[in-house]
């Protein structure tokens, strides 16, 4: 889920990619939940509002219902493709929603404020991530966490090496920046916080 805040049409909706895009987003979010979600759900205390930003085809919104079955969990997108995907996970669970949702510089979400919002694979697709992460913070009690997780390629390491990996990392930054993104923004988070005022930042 992202929108190109300069002309205000989307840069990335899943379901206008390839045929296989749902498939890969998730394959890609049930790798992250078996590798990484341990490190969010530290993060979570009972009784919260949650919100997944971007949430895609809803697999990680609703591994974070099922583990905080005391808390509210809001799964939000801009493709309705996305919110169709997540609202089959939803069964009987009572504290899982999906809503089709833009992201706009001042935006505030009906659900909210939330005492977590998780941001992942988001930034890359927006043209003005300091905007974007100011407008979430308005999304945040006092007190609450934004958890983010983006890409920065340049890290990327391959072995054995060979020239082509170079070019294709190259091919995708350039793609990205034609689309009003960035896939070199993993360095300049940190930076990306502060100046839109968030604090206590661990990274």
Known sequence: MSENTDNHKPAYIFSKMYDGEVERLSFAAKKFIALEYQYIQQYIAANSRIADIGCGTGEITNVMAETNPSSNV????????????GKTLVGKKENLFFSEHSLQNEVLFPDGPFDFILLRLVLLHNSEPVKLLNALKKNLKPGGRLYVIDVDDRYIEFSPTAAWQKILIDT????????????????KLCGLLKEAGLTDIDV
């Open 74 to 85: 809001f799964g939000y997108d801009i493709d309705p493709a996305a919110i169709k995907s």
């Open 172 to 187: 995708f930054q350039r793609v990205q920046t034609s689309l009003g993104g960035d896939r070199h923004l993993g360095a």
